[in-house]
């Protein structure tokens, strides 16, 4: 059964830091390029990183670059998003999504709130 399970989220104060973690089982997690994607109340799901299968390119949506990396671990079958400099406008619902030649998959997501 494949399974994306994501945590790390909750809430921090502004300019504070997030570790994500988007742990995948039950399918070769290295064959698959990794994304992640958050989701606001009221608003559309917006990309924010991606990496690929094997580690060695990255990208960043606009408003978290700088602020954001992405990484993975192949041999425990998770990817990772350190997040620093956190907003108010950061706050969202957290996916992570596995994309591979034919398939794709989600997590449930994980909340993260940046308030004082």
């Known amino acids: 059964q494949v399974q994306l399970v994501e945590s790390g989220g909750g809430l921090v104060q502004p300019g504070g830091s997030l570790r994500l973690s988007c742990a995948a089982s039950?399918?070769?997690?290295?064959?698959?390029?990794m994304r992640w994607y958050r989701q606001a109340p009221g608003k559309e799901r917006e990309f924010v990183a991606y990496?690929?299968?094997?580690?060695?390119?990255?990208n960043y949506g606009d408003s978290v670059k700088g602020r954001f990396t992405i990484s993975r671990d192949n041999a425990q079958s998770t990817v990772y998003l350190q997040m620093s400099s956190l907003k108010p406008e950061d706050t969202a619902v957290y996916y992570c999504?596995?994309?591979?030649?034919?398939?794709?998959?989600w997590g449930q997501g994980t909340q993260v709130t940046v308030s004082s």
């Open positions: 990496i690929t299968r094997t580690d060695d390119s990255t």
């Open positions: 039950g399918f070769t997690f290295s064959s698959y390029a």
């Open positions: 999504n596995a994309i591979g030649l034919i398939n794709q998959y």
